[in-house]
């Protein structure tokens, strides 16, 4: 992230608008503000240069895709070594059907997100895509039967 001066009031709430609505339009978010449209437009670029704003993003019916079933594989690697972490992370993130890596703490060094057909298609990715990598020691499967995302907060 790119250097920034500290966050305001201003900045947490055109935050919070834009995550609950990306697609909010400058007027109505400075409306929403308090702000003139140029300065809203300003503040806008600012956390978007400063990398506060990542991106925005669609958020789609899965089934609308042929997504029938997520799970979460939380994997255990067989070295928790940097290289073997960091390449297992950048090939899950090429299988399409991987929506999202997390590397935490814990037994478990990383949980993949992902997204399939069916409950065959579950057992032919984790046979074909997981077990056969050097890095994987074990993993186990839980499958998600709901996923809600809300705004972050800020930290006091």
């Known amino acids: 992230m790119a250097s920034m001066t500290a966050l305001d ?30 300065s809203c ?3 806008v670029r600012r956390l978007i240069d400063s ?4 991106g925005f993003h669609a958020d ?10 997520e799970a979460l594989l939380a994997v255990q690697l067989e070295r928790h070594h940097r290289e073997d972490v960091d390449s297992f992370i950048a090939y899950a993130m090429t299988l399409p ?16 997100h992902v997204a399939v057909r069916d ?10 895509a997981f077990t056969t990598r050097p890095e994987v020691a074990r993993f186990e499967t839980s499958l ?6 809300k705004a972050m907060v800020p930290v006091s």
């Open 144 to 149: 998600l039967y709901d996923c809600k995302s």
């Open 97 to 112: 059907e991987v929506a999202s890596v997390m590397h935490i703490a814990g037994p478990t060094d990383v949980l993949v």
């Open 9 to 38: 009031r201003i900045d947490f709430e055109i935050i919070a608008l834009l995550q609950n609505d990306g697609r909010l339009a400058n007027k109505q978010l400075a409306r929403q503000i308090g702000l003139a449209p140029s």
């Open 51 to 54: 990398g506060v704003i990542r």
């Open 60 to 69: 789609i019916d899965p089934s609308a895709l042929g997504i029938g079933l």
């Open 119 to 128: 409950g065959a298609h579950l057992r032919d990715l984790a046979m074909d």
């Open 41 to 43: 437009l300003t503040r």
